[in-house]
T-cell receptor, first 116, second 111 residues
Framework: AQSVTQLGSHVSVSEGALVLLRCNYS??????LFWYVQYPNQGLQLLLK??????LVKGINGFEAEFKKSETSFHLTKPSAHMSDAAEYFC??????????????FGIGTKLQVIP | EAGVAQSPRYKIIEKRQSVAFWCNPI?????LYWYQQILGQGPKLLIQ????????DSQLPKDRFSAERLKGVDSTLKIQPAKLEDSAVYLC?????????FGEGSRLTVL
């Protein structure tokens, strides 16, 4: 069984401020972890993924996330928020190589608001 | 390569009517998923196809939902009869090297 918990359904930051979106996971096997972004009326787009290589993962648009096994966390960060980052962000988990890595379970999402 | 294509983008129907959504995944992708995304929630898996066979439909409400992928390429998801709680975005996705590629979705409003 696998699940993710996203802390905070809405996050507001000022333009130029640090973005921190929190995600904790639960998985019975070593997981793959993902962050997806969804802009209004669009499908989901992959920001970055962790697949058991480097624990600090860099993605598109200046985002990065760090896999911390001891904390079962995979928080998403960006040093400086831009207005174009306003969107909904989904953390997701899959079983990884041992269990069919393609079956992905999503969190409920965090809506990021960027204040000018 | 072309992305995942879905149609229609928007559909409004009355409860108890039927509706069908179409998906054409990325060329050559054997696996195809249908997800349901209710407003304010993350996508929830409805059904997984591998070529033209169903791998997992445990979350599909089979009394009203059906899906097929007859030739292992495009797929159709049908709802009959629709209920108010079926209002959602229906997303089609196909995976490659651990990443899910999504279509833009079909937004269903049931009145």
């Amino acid at each position: 069984a696998q699940s993710v918990t996203q802390l905070g359904s809405h996050v507001s930051v000022s333009e130029g401020a640090l973005v921190l979106l929190r995600c904790n996971y639960s998985s019975s096997v070593p997981p793959y972890l993902f962050w997806y972004v969804q802009y209004p009326n669009q499908g989901l787009q992959l920001l970055l993924k962790y697949t058991s290589a480097a624990t600090l993962v860099k993605g598109i648009n200046g985002f990065e996330a760090e896999f911390k096994k001891s904390e079962t966390s995979f928080h998403l960060t960006k040093p400086s928020a831009h207005m174009s980052d306003a969107a909904e962000y989904f953390c997701a988990v899959s079983p990884g190589r041992s269990g069919g890595y393609q079956k992905v379970t999503f969190g409920i999402g965090t809506k990021l608001q960027v204040i000018p | 390569e072309a992305g995942v294509a879905q149609s229609p983008r928007y559909k409004i129907i009355e409860k108890r009517q039927s509706v069908a959504f179409w998906c054409n995944p990325i060329s050559g992708h054997a696996t195809l998923y249908w997800y349901q995304q209710i407003l304010g929630q993350g996508p929830k898996l409805l059904i997984q196809f591998q070529n033209n066979g169903v791998v997992d439909d445990s979350q599909l409400p089979k009394d009203r939902f059906s899906a097929e992928r007859l030739k292992g390429v495009d797929s159709t998801l049908k709802i009959q009869p629709a209920k108010l709680e079926d209002s959602a975005v229906y997303l089609c996705a196909s995976p490659n090297t651990g990443e899910l590629f999504f279509g833009e979705g079909s937004r269903l409003t049931v009145l």
